[in-house]
């Protein structure tokens, strides 16, 4: 009799080692995947609230070829089944349930990103979230008032309040979220570029630096020049002389530019045209970026009071001191005389 209980316990026990070496052999194997034509991943969509039980159905009727029991009980004695996290996920191939386990108590949602680009408008900002996969599109057919309305800025004008910068979001996101993570960068990147302005400096609100900081962006061909730019923008203002710069009054024609600036558009008395106004324009007209922001703030010292580009593809800019210098630059490097 003790024979047969010392031969039954041995074989309980080895039972159980093959059941545990099983069971570890399977934690560390990769789960079979149904993979859609075309497609290389599978997407797993966890809603709020979805029960641990819940969460290994979804996760097998979107692909994964294992017993939704066998999921269910590992979920369950990891003792992490409470931890699971909701959200957009993407199941690879080579996940094992480990990996998976631990996607999901980590909460690592696959993420997708928007880059907004120095010098874009708001315009083109808009469009480049429209084009962005998988982002829900909640700005489409607001106007831009409502959009400000929404992000808390009311009444103010959106042109060059997000900051360009690479963005990352959840698939499903609000654009409206995105833009607000833009807009907070924003102000945070002007306060600490108005912070360290120069003392001389004639700017005098974080606003006006926001405004010189767009048309720098905008007026730069080459990064090694923007803070020439940035002085010869200051010194104009020091003095009352008007700016004087096409992307202003090219913004301020809107859909009327086709491409070519004529001496007619820079005669054509606009808010936006600083050939016949002296100062700043009323807004921004594009996103400045951080190098901008500080060109507008803390300018190179110099006497330059003119620009012109050498047209040598490198996008550099001759400047100069006086209107004699520049007009036999604009002869040398535009008209080729």
Avoid: C
């Avoid at 005098?204 to 940035?230: F, M, N």
Wanted: proline share 7%; net charge positive; glycine share 8%.
């Amino acid at each position: 009799m003790r024979r047969v209980f010392t031969s039954l316990l041995i074989a309980m026990l080895v039972a159980v080692l093959l059941l545990f070496g099983a069971a570890l052999w399977w934690l560390h194997e990769p789960i079979p995947l149904r993979l859609q034509p075309g497609s290389q991943v599978v997407d797993l969509e966890i809603e709020p609230g979805t029960s641990a039980n819940g969460v290994a159905e979804v996760i097998v009727a979107s692909g994964a070829d294992v017993p939704v029991l066998l999921l269910q009980a590992w979920f369950r004695l990891s003792g992490q089944a409470r931890l699971i996290k909701a959200g957009s996920y993407e199941l690879l191939p080579g996940t094992t349930p480990r990996k998976l386990l631990s996607m999901l108590v980590r909460g690592e949602e696959t993420l997708k990103s928007v880059t907004l680009v120095e010098g874009w408008t708001f315009k083109q900002l808009r469009t480049a979230l429209q084009k962005s996969e998988q982002l829900a599109p909640d700005s489409i057919g607001l106007s831009p008032e409502i959009i400000m309305e929404k992000l808390g800025k009311p009444g103010l004008h959106p042109e060059g309040r997000f900051f360009p910068d690479t963005y990352t979001y959840a698939k499903g996101a609000s654009d409206l979220a995105v833009l607000k993570r833009a807009a907070r960068a924003m102000d945070k990147r002007l306060d600490v570029a108005w912070a360290q302005r120069s003392p001389d400096t004639p700017l005098k609100t974080p606003e006006q630096a926001l405004i010189l900081a767009s048309i720098v962006e905008k007026e730069t061909g080459k990064p090694a020049d923007r803070l020439q730019i940035g002085g010869v923008f200051t010194n104009r203002l020091r003095i009352g002389m008007p700016l004087q710069t096409d992307p202003t009054v090219i913004y301020g024609l809107g859909l009327q530019f086709d491409g070519n600036l004529r001496k007619r558009d820079l005669q054509a008395d606009t808010p936006y045209n600083t050939y016949t106004r002296v100062g700043l324009p009323p807004t921004p007209i594009a996103m400045p970026g951080k190098a901008a922001l500080l060109a507008a703030v803390q300018p190179a010292p110099t006497n330059a009071l003119y620009f012109v580009s050498r047209n040598d593809g490198s996008g550099s800019s001759h400047f100069s001191a006086s209107l004699e210098e520049h007009n036999r630059a604009v002869n040398q490097y535009i008209r080729g005389k």
